[in-house]
């Protein structure tokens, strides 16, 4: 399936307010962090299926770009029992923008 420009556009944008509002990073790296991947991800060769990046959780892609490979599965099943209740409330103001 196809993603469209909008489609991605808010996922993007999901995931920096995961990065900003969720885990606390500052703006100005949230948003370096994420232009960033979201380049490598446009940029990638057309023999890679970069669209499938947008059916993973922006949380988790939030999170991998916070913490990168020290990311352990254990980690990650504790920051969302965490913050999980802040992400929902978070996905649906995305839902209905």
């Not at 790296?29 to 669209?51: G, H, K, Q």
């Not at 990168?68 to 103001?93: C, F, I, M, P």
Request: negative net charge.
């Amino acid at each position: 399936m196809m993603i469209d420009t909008r489609q991605k556009r808010q996922f993007w944008k999901l995931v920096l307010r995961c990065l900003t509002d969720l885990l606390e990073m500052p703006t100005e790296e949230a948003e370096r962090r994420v232009r960033d991947m979201r380049d490598l991800i446009e940029d990638a060769p057309v023999t890679v299926d970069s669209d499938m990046i947008y059916h993973a959780e922006p949380l988790h892609i939030a999170m991998r770009l916070k913490f990168g490979n020290t990311l352990t599965a254990q980690a990650y099943q504790e920051a969302l029992a965490r913050k999980h209740d802040s992400y929902v409330k978070l996905q649906a103001s995305f839902q209905h923008s």
